[in-house]
């Protein structure tokens, strides 16, 4: 397989085929060539604060809703 000079070609670890770099399978045998990483988890104090901004919107249109109902008399 020829390759531009602009790319490095790489050897497929189950059938030793050259491959360039921009493929994710093997070509020849259909291997998987490029494992997927591990997603990041998300940090603790994003989940914390994401929850207190939403306890406080609720609290926010509970009070709404309260004042509503007790100035229109529903």
């Not at 790489?10 to 770099?21: D, I, K, L, S, V």
């Not at 940090?43 to 109902?69: E, N």
């Amino acid at each position: 397989m020829t390759t531009s000079p602009n790319q490095t070609p790489h050897r497929c670890a189950t059938c030793g085929t050259e491959y360039p770099a921009t493929i994710l399978v093997c070509p020849e045998c259909r291997t998987l060539l490029v494992q997927p990483g591990a997603r990041p988890r998300t940090p603790a104090w994003v989940i914390v604060l994401l929850s207190l901004i939403i306890v406080a919107l609720l609290v926010y249109i509970l009070v709404l809703s309260r004042q509503i109902m007790f100035e229109h008399r529903f």
